[in-house]
């Protein structure tokens, strides 16, 4: 992608940071959502690593690029666990904060296969990443070498002390917005490029429309390169903001419009990955 065309230190690959929280998923799989009272069957279940910055971090590691997690993880089995598991699919973990005395995030997840759907029970761990953990060491450690920060929200403070740091070093920012939280604004104006969930783009910009949410965000968000909102089963939609000049003689459109063409004119039938493009208009 072009957004991502700087210049890289000869024979060093860029190093992915991401700063959240661990949470410890129980998932049991049913072929449909149980009624209140009712007492059912799972078809299967599983326990594995979860939330949205280790498993960002999987991804981008058996992508085959370097990553690092900088997350406080208690030390306990079911922390002991993740971090072992981050490990073997070549995350590094060394900046993982141990609290001893920690009990950690867990989630129940019931995955529906009736209607392709996941329910999540969240049960919250302590203590939480905080600011007085990341000193001045620790922070030019963790980012030396970076090329890119993976931020959430979860741990805003700490989070935006970091950000801040990777600002003044010019290291890309990347947040994951799944929804709106308490002082996840301040993150959004550090941030390069932005991924939300289907529902955060009308509920931050208070839009009337998807797209229109996603061109709003560009305006108020004058750092941002693109925004992406995800659509479960139906892909994403990226609105990127162009870097060349948009000629006198360009037509404007109307986003709406333009996103209902897309749309009319993609073929959800392709097994294969499909990416529809409007050309650059914006």
Request: charged content about 20%; some cysteine; hydrophobic content about 35%.
């Amino acid at each position: 992608m072009s957004s991502f065309s700087d210049e890289t230190i000869p024979g060093h690959q860029p190093i992915v940071l991401g700063c959240g929280q661990l949470c410890l998923d129980y998932l049991v799989t049913v072929s449909s959502f149980p009624n209140p009272d009712q007492k059912i069957r799972c078809t299967s279940s599983k326990v594995q690593g979860g939330g949205n910055t280790g498993n960002s971090l999987t991804c981008v590691a058996r992508l085959g690029l370097p990553c690092r997690i900088l997350a406080k993880v208690a030390d306990d089995s079911q922390g002991r666990y993740m971090v072992e598991e981050l490990e073997s699919s070549g995350v590094d973990t060394s900046f993982c904060l141990n609290a001893k005395d920690g009990a950690s995030h867990f989630n129940y997840v019931i995955v529906d296969n009736q209607t392709n759907t996941r329910t999540c029970i969240y049960t919250p761990g302590y203590p939480p990443l905080l600011p007085d953990d990341l000193t001045e060491s620790l922070l030019l450690s963790v980012l030396d070498g970076v090329r890119v920060l993976y931020v959430n929200g979860r741990s805003r403070e700490a989070e935006l002390l970091l950000a801040q740091k990777a600002h003044s070093k010019d290291i890309s920012i990347l947040i994951n917005a799944e929804k709106r939280r308490a002082g996840l604004e301040e993150l959004l104006n550090l941030a390069d490029y932005a991924i939300c969930s289907t529902n955060f783009p009308q509920d931050w910009t208070e839009s009337p429309s998807s797209p229109s949410a996603l061109l709003s965000m560009l305006i108020r968000l004058p750092k941002l390169k693109f925004v992406i909102m995800t659509l479960g089963e139906h892909g994403c939609v990226m609105l990127e903001r162009c870097s060349n000049e948009v000629s006198g003689s360009e037509e404007e459109r109307d986003i709406d419009e333009l996103h209902e063409s897309l749309k009319q004119s993609t073929d959800y039938t392709s097994v294969l990955p499909v990416c529809n493009s409007s050309g650059d208009w914006l």
